[in-house]
């Protein structure tokens, strides 16, 4: 961890109902997929949501009515942020691991996909953020990674019970040009730098740095309420009105 606090925007992806499996017990409440992310501009793009396979998450109390799937450390966090129903005691109605998660529908602020399905991927950090990750693979190399290993693996697929409906009909969803990059950036970078799967840790990092300098730098929107805006104009404005709506918190850690 940095020395400095990150500050992050929690996007709320809400559980569609009904909710069914270990869910099912959670359904007086609105539960929702907390996903910590840096670009919420990005948002637009998102084509469903991450969660690591052996990761242990709970469902944690924020309010009375609201409930956050996240890892525990996050969920201390939260309490000391003031998002907690006991304040400053994280209260969990149900120990989750990501496999549980996979395949759970959501319904993401700002997504032009009207549902997004919670997939695999196998490089989360489970010290960093919600330990949730929102999937933009227009705009994020891991993200563009993760899921074409999923698109083109059907192994994979099959090992972590992955339906072909909850990954195959998502495709990249243009929301940034980026002069350099044009209107998939990260699917651009990914391919000249030849990276072959999420887990090459490297040229993905390369990549990231390419394309997250770049985008904020010389980006401008190409859809939503800020179109033709500059990336670096319309992320603060973008960020307030997810807040505003209720749809996305502030989370530092
Ligand atoms: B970003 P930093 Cl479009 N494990 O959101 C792995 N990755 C995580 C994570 C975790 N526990 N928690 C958050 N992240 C991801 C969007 C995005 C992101 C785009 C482009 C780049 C990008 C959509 N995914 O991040 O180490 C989240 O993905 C580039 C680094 O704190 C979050 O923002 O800088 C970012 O990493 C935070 O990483």
Redesign the pocket.
Known sequence: EGVLP?EYTLIKMQVKSPLTGKLKTLETKRVFLAA????PE?MYGQTNAWVLPDGRYGAFEISDEEVFIVTERASLNLAYQHLSRVPLKPTSLLDLTGHDLIGVPLVSPLAFNSVIYALPML???TD??T?I????PS??P??YMALSDLKTKPALRAKFGVKDEWVLPFDLIPIINIPEFGDKAAEKVCIDLKIKSQNDKEKLAEA?KQT?LKGFTEGSMLVGEFKGMKVQEAKPLIKKLLIERGEAVIYSE
Do not use: E, F
């Not at 990750?133 to 933009?136: A, D, G, M, N, P």
């Open positions: 990150q910590a992310t840096l670009r990005t490089t989360i950090l960093k953020g330990g990750v929102t999937s933009v705009d994020s891991d993200d990231k997250y």
